[in-house]
T-cell receptor, first 115, second 112 residues
């Protein structure tokens, strides 16, 4: 099992460019998440999905869009990148349990720099 | 105000020594609390999960405690090793919905 994989690992964008980050999981998890991690801020939830075809906003959704067309994939899009979106992006997946999300399994991260 | 507060923000300890990290939360209703370890440049990995009825749980040299009455948890590292250098993140799950509250992490540096 590969677990959670993220593509690409690194990317440099110019302001105004667009890009898509791909997350894939092979654990048949219902829930998937996108986080950003900045120094001193901890992990902040951007968007999440509780199942194929569903998405929801997290704590910091502005400037990002997501899609979950297949259960195993969760895409994060930046339509017009801004320097404030320079960050490390983590994808995670988990089972959905009665009381809430189960243990989250994280990908290795994508380091994005917007110039 | 963050629903999960961790202290100390960072600490340096000598190899072989013990340390304790604190996590205070206000999340309610409470479902569970997890401690994650995040090595530099990697994604977080779960160490322990504590539910309402559990007071102590161990994972090797890591021991987590939970006091659901005072809404406090601690993570104790015994006989620290250089590989324990990492950020330790406390994550609290709210019962009945999909909300997770993250602490900002305790940065631990173990020196020889």
């Amino acid at each position: 099992n590969a677990g959670v994989t993220q593509t690409p690992k690194f990317r440099v964008l110019k302001t105004g460019q667009s890009m898509t980050l791909l997350c894939a999981q092979d654990m048949n998890h219902e829930y998937m998440y996108w986080y950003r991690q900045d120094p001193g801020m901890g992990l902040r939830l951007i968007h999440y999905s509780v199942g194929e075809g569903t998405t929801a906003k997290g704590e910091v959704p502005d400037g990002y869009n997501v899609s979950r067309l297949k259960k195993q994939n969760f895409l994060l899009g930046l339509e017009s990148a801004a320097p404030s979106q320079t960050s490390v992006y983590f994808c995670a997946s988990s089972r959905g349990l009665a009381g809430g999300p189960g243990e989250q399994f994280f990908g290795p991260g994508t380091r994005l720099t917007v110039l | 105000k963050n629903q999960v507060e961790q202290s100390p923000q960072s600490l340096i300890i000598l190899e072989g020594k013990n340390c304790t990290l604190q996590c205070n939360y206000t999340v309610s209703p409470f479902s569970n609390l997890r401690w994650y370890k995040q090595d530099t440049g990697r994604g977080p990995v779960s160490l322990t999960i504590m539910t309402f009825s559990e007071n102590t749980k161990s994972n090797g040299r890591y021991t987590a405690t939970l006091d659901a009455d005072t809404k406090q948890s601690s993570l104790h590292i015994t006989a620290s090793q250089l590989s324990d250098s990492a950020s330790y993140i406390c994550v609290v799950s709210e019962y009945g919905n999909n909300r997770l509250a993250f602490g900002k992490g305790n940065q631990v540096v173990v020196i020889p």
